[in-house]
């Protein structure tokens, strides 16, 4: 019999372009691969007559007021559904959950936060850990079982909310999408990028939390770096019209990958990531990655060469992580046997341990989708490089 | 004020004793039977502990049970289970119970469940609100709503029942021994409270009041429905009920660091305004400084160019004129003494 899911999230996954979104319209597509029926809830979309719910308790953030909303509504409708999976705490307020219950936790805001602390007001260090982070993150573990994004989040979800029923799936790269390319120069062409140029990548959306400070400074510091911004939807770019830049807004993810392979190499500062997909997928690319130690970086950045390029954690203070950089940028430009080292280790690592069959295998299984008869075991099929 | 009928195809009603769904909520049930919902109704307890009057209680739960089925035809409830669990004693049945009703939303598939509100004068009445609450919380499908019976309850929907008051006291009038030979008594006073919910929705009509429930309240949000904000519960085990209180210490945290983030600019511009007005000063005492200063140089100069001689001097003049100038001497010659003795008188030391 046909199984039908829901996915609660807070943002309209067709409209927003984030990490969040992207993962939540991967689970769609696969539960639908294993026959299942999906209805996605978020804060714009919620089940018929929820509106006029009365006991829906009011919170004074706005933000957790609607997501409440979602949540408390679900309850109107959770019993067609045979199970439902939660992004992040955006279903929070679904408790004591009624039918099987999951939430994907791409990030722990306790952790968040504390990487933040010195970028954020008083105000919102608080909100950010204590109200999303102890609280909604906290109550989304209870009664649902927890699937982790990466390593590094588990730990955080054990450790700071005490949680213990853990299962850790990495985030699956897409290898139809994310691939070498052999034709860059063309490829640098299609996007304006000087052929000769030497391109740094910077892949996420702007925003402090992702270490624009340091980003500006070493861009300052390299003018004879081209800088490619790839932006997702956050705040607005002052960049636009600077020298040796090229921002690009709101691509498809083809148009992502296809610039991944043609620059150089990815800048990804970011102080806090729960998986950092940016990484993985750059890796994928076959582009040496300059990242800080977080989210998947600091698992799976730990061998040579790539251990070469990762930064060193932030609490060394920004002007050692910002000098790291320029150390290891000018590394990349000047040592060729480096680059292409770098560049034949990602390719390599993404489908023994971020490949995305291995990410849906292990994700079909803890929700218990597979039929018992049948042999799931994931191929990693090989992609041949289209011509373009 | 919703006084909309709760939307509903299959509703499941549960009273802890034969007439408590006829005082509670006959007129809803009978609406719904009108509109061609199916209703069925779960008994828990046999109302054996009722005292009548006249002391004769032989054969009470038969005749409850009688009066009972007779309210259920008239009522035009489809289906009808008397649990027949022992009156006022239903808290020692918990686990029976929730078995039953259990097995009842699973073959029956409910809508929506009438349920007596867990805020009661009577333990069976709390122990079936509670029981009904307990599985709302863990079993998805189906709304819930309380209604009232001895205890007044706070509602959120009104359901008008005046065009079927005449079959809510038909089935009240059917329990002769259960309302204690007084059926008629039991229907004018819940007659009455249903005519009292009237003067919320402004217009002439009988009344039934229900605390309709979509998702599980917790036991904070319960107590805090039922008291009208008075009482807030002591926070209880519910996670959601536990964010809600860190929502509340968060923002009073964020609104005690924006006043002390405000102080704290009021400080320094107090602070701004004290080192300006010191500035001002110190420029004023050395403005001050400069015109003493000029205004010791100034009495300087006055005492380079005397404009008279003190009175002992002069007093000396007087003498000196008097010796250098004898009568008859010449103005010439004495002119010419008077400048040279004054070059030397100048040209000396003040001690001299």
Request: net charge negative.
């Amino acid at each position: 019999m046909r199984k039908r899911c829901a996915i609660l999230t807070a943002f309209d996954p067709y409209a927003f372009k984030g990490g969040i979104e992207i993962y939540t319209r991967q689970m769609r597509d696969t539960l639908r691969r294993y026959g299942c029926a999906v209805d996605i809830y978020h804060t714009q979309f919620l089940p018929e007559a929820a509106r006029t719910q009365s006991s829906s308790p009011s919170f004074h953030s706005p933000f957790l007021n609607s997501l409440s909303q979602v949540g408390r509504a679900f309850y109107r409708v959770d019993h067609l559904y045979d199970f439902v999976i939660a992004q992040a705490f955006f279903g929070f307020a679904y408790s004591p959950p009624r039918i099987p219950a999951f939430t994907v936790f791409h990030s722990t805001h306790v952790q968040y936060a504390e990487a933040n602390r010195e970028l954020f007001s008083p105000e919102w260090y608080f909100e950010v850990k204590h109200l999303f982070g102890l609280g909604a993150e906290q109550a989304s573990t209870v009664g649902k079982k927890v699937i982790a994004v990466s390593d590094a989040v588990a730990y955080e979800v054990t450790r700071h909310y005490g949680a213990t029923d853990v299962v850790t799936i990495c985030t699956g790269v897409d290898q139809t999408i994310f691939f070498p390319r052999l034709y860059k120069q063309e490829l640098r062409d299609h996007f304006a990028i000087p052929r000769d140029a030497f391109v740094g990548v910077f892949l996420a959306r702007w925003g402090a939390d992702k270490a624009i400070d340091v980003l500006q400074q070493v861009m300052e510091a390299t003018p004879d770096v081209f800088w490619v911004l790839v932006l997702g939807t956050g705040e607005p770019c002052p960049l636009h019209g600077r020298l040796n830049t090229r921002i690009i807004e709101n691509v498809e993810r083809s148009e992502v990958a296809a610039i991944l392979s043609c620059a150089d190499f990815l800048f990804h500062p970011s102080r806090y990531e729960g998986f950092g997909l940016a990484i993985a997928e750059a890796l994928a690319c076959g582009l040496p990655v300059i990242a800080a130690p977080v989210g998947v970086a600091w698992s799976v950045l730990q061998e040579p060469p790539l251990q070469s390029l990762l930064l060193p954690s932030y609490s060394i203070g920004k002007a050692q992580v910002i000098a790291a950089a320029l150390n290891r940028i000018r590394r990349l430009q000047h040592d060729p046997d480096l680059w292409h080292a770098c560049a034949e280790a990602g390719p390599a690592i993404v489908p023994r341990s971020l490949n995305l069959p291995q990410w849906e295998y292990a994700f079909v299984n803890t929700l218990g989708l597979f039929d018992s008869t049948s042999d799931h075991t994931p191929s990693v099929t090989p992609r041949t490089e289209p011509t373009p | 004020m919703n006084t909309d009928l709760p939307p509903a195809q299959r509703v499941f009603v549960i009273a802890p004793h034969p007439d408590d769904e006829s005082l509670g909520c006959g007129g809803t049930i009978a609406r719904y039977v009108r509109n061609g919902t199916v209703v069925n109704l779960l008994v828990v307890s046999n109302g054996a502990a009722l005292e009548e009057p006249d002391g004769q209680h032989d054969d009470i739960v038969a005749a409850r049970s009688q009066e009972l089925e007779t309210a259920t035809t008239t009522l035009g409830i489809q289906s009808l289970h008397a649990l027949q669990l022992p009156d006022s004693q239903l808290a020692h049945y918990e686990t029976q119970i929730r078995k039953t009703i259990s097995e009842h939303l699973t073959t029956f598939q409910p809508d929506l469940v009438l349920a007596p509100s867990p805020i009661d004068s009577h333990g069976d009445h709390v122990t079936v609100g509670r029981i009904a609450l307990q599985l709302f919380r863990s079993t998805p499908g189906w709304a819930l709503a309380f209604y009232e019976v001895l205890a007044p309850l706070r509602f959120n929907t009104l359901v008008d029942i005046t065009d079927v008051a005449t079959v809510k006291e038909k089935a009240i009038r059917c329990y002769q021994r259960s309302l204690f030979q007084q059926p008629q008594l039991f229907w004018r006073a819940f007659r009455a409270l249903n005519v009292a919910k009237s003067a919320f929705v402004h217009r002439a009509g009988l009344f039934e009041a229900l605390w309709v429930l979509h998702a599980p309240p917790t036991d904070h949000e319960l107590l805090d429905w039922i008291t009208y904000g008075f009482q807030s519960g002591d926070n209880g085990p519910s996670p959601l009920q536990r964010v809600k209180d860190i929502d509340d210490l968060v923002f009073a945290l964020q609104e005690k660091t924006r006043a002390l983030a405000n102080a704290e600019r009021q400080l320094s511009a107090l602070r701004n305004e004290v080192a300006e007005a010191e500035q001002k000063l110190q420029e004023q005492a050395t403005r001050l400084t400069t015109l003493q200063e000029e205004r010791t140089n100034s009495d300087t100069v006055s005492q380079i160019s005397p404009p008279a001689f003190p009175a002992q001097e002069r007093h000396f003049v007087r003498q000196y004129l008097e010796y250098a100038f004898p009568v008859g001497s010449s103005r010439r010659a004495a002119l010419s003494m008077l400048k040279r003795h004054l070059t030397q008188y100048t040209s000396k030391s003040p001690k001299e």
